[in-house]
């Protein structure tokens, strides 16, 4: 009971935590930063989904980069051909959960082990960076929606009140909608995860065997978890399509899918708070490298991820969640970080 | 009849192509079960080392043949010693270490050479057939890559060193005892499969050019060469190579090399749901 109170105590404290940061920051910011700010919560949506599948699920996908490109431009292409920018919003999330779901049925229904499945999603994303690059010129339309090949789709409309495309959504407003959306992603992944289908997915997570053992059918639930992941994923992208109004192959590239696995070890996996923490460090790093002409970004990346990998891997968040417990400090903050970690 | 001479010609260079970019990741996944994520910058690397030394004045056989699979090889062993060697019976952690030391190496290669293509004129000239010409080069990929796979099937077989690895990778803990050093079979083997990277990567450069960032041109090609193939290294490259590079060629002369590439990876995605453990998973278990 107490466990129970203490759990639902610290998902409270993490939405106020949430709708304080998202209406105060707006205020202390200034307009420049809001918009890379605004990358930041999207991208932090993205790191979600993968923490998600990765941290719970036990899935190592590598491609999942190809769910967020997906999702960006089925948006895209939707809303140029629409008008309207309810059921683009809509298939945003369903192309990539559906594509997400078939390319999850070959390979676990095939029961391929997680090494072969995390080369096997790499090879897809890049597979995608390739095919559409590939489709400049006149005869790869969609519609009305050229695909442009590398050089993207510029000029994606942004979203709009459902049913009025004369009320579009501003900077400011899209600032709110992904704020809102993360926090809702996050609440909801908390929720899912306390459910009998979360509680499943993390025991086949822990030993897959004894889980199918007692009558669960891992398949189908790490399926469903992936498709889920993929389905969020591009929602991210969709979101991501409005923020730069520009959709190119170089959301299916390989530095992307590495930005995200970097996001999730470094916060920590088996956490939710962990790949949000990760996302916006390193997006921040990532910044602050693109501006001076020293080091190569890809160097520190790097160099970073190895380092985590060897040093520190459990991530960020659950080695200060340890620390806290240990302390016995903090009631509200520690169950934030109180999962357990992948093995 | 000349058109169907050229065109098994340009099959069997995509066979060769592909099992020659993919042997070192084949030897260093199958022997050590370490999956290297860094492979295409090891290429990347063995080209850059062709190229420099080409342009310091040395013959391009000797650059792209022996420079190349030398420095590579020396840059594994280190990259073995320094990283490698802590991760071993954790596979998923070794993927992304080699996943950031594959970031690094693009970073440096950044840093040091820049973002351009660079270049060297393939040597040989052109070959006639009929009405069509060929590029000499694309022969000598293949009589490379057969060497290269004849020399492997020797080492392992008959030399020493081969026993001695083959003997580690099969129960490292009784190699010990019989007085093996199983860290320093390693890292001979993570440099030979690094050598045989840097190689292809030389072999290749004259063809592609060179960038930074072109090992994710090689590394997805790779891996699911060595997938497809499965548990027998040079029996399972040797017929994922085929497989694919006529899959990749028949549908590139149907299409576009691109649709090429989707069909490799299809391709690869069915035989995995149907035969998880690779070709030579169910087929030919008894081979190298």
Known sequence: MTANWQGNGGLVAATVLGLVLLLALPQIVDPVMMIELTSYVIMAILALS?????????????????????????????VINFGDSTIPLLLSIIVPGLFAALLGYFLFYARITDVYFGVITLTVTLILYKVMGATSGSQYVIGAAPLGGYNGIPAVPPLNFPGRPELALSFDGLFYLSGVTLLAVYVGLRLMLKSRFGQVVVAIRENERRAELLGYDARFYKLATFAIGGAIAGLAGCLFANWGMFISPDV??????AQVII???????GTLLGPIVGCFAIQWIATKLGAQQ????NLVLGTILIGFVLLVPKGVVPTIGDALRRLKFCPYVAPLVEQRRVP | MDLLVVLSFEALKAVASLALISVGLAIIFGMMRVINL???????LGGYAAIVATKAGINIWIATLLVSPLVVGVIGVVIERTIIRFLYGRPRDTMLATWGLSLLLVGLATTIF???TEGISAPAGSLQIGDYRIAAYSLIIIVIAIAVFAAIWAVFRFTRYGLIARSTMQNA???????????????VTFGVGAGLAGLAGGVMAPITGI????GAAYVAKAFITVIGGGPAILAGTVSASVMFGAIDQIITYLSTPVIGEVALLAAAVVLLRFMPQGITGRFFRRAA
Do not use: K
Not at chain 1, 252 to 257: H, R, V
């Open chain 1, 263 to 269: 996001w999730v070890i470094v916060g920590g996996t």
């Open chain 2, 173 to 187: 803990d009784m190699a010990a005892a019989l007085g093996v050093n199983p860290s320093r079979v390693y890292a």
């Open chain 2, 211 to 214: 960038v930074p960032t072109i």
């Open chain 2, 38 to 44: 860094a492979h295409g910058e090891f290429l990347m």
């Open chain 1, 294 to 297: 020293l080091l190569n970004a």
């Open chain 1, 252 to 257: 299916f590239g390989l530095a992307q899918s």
């Open chain 1, 50 to 78: 993968l923490g998600l599948i990765w941290g719970y699920g036990g899935i190592l996908c590598f491609g999942q980069s190809a769910f967020f490109g997906i999702g960006a431009y089925a948006y895209a292409i939707a």
């Open chain 2, 114 to 116: 820049g973002n351009t």
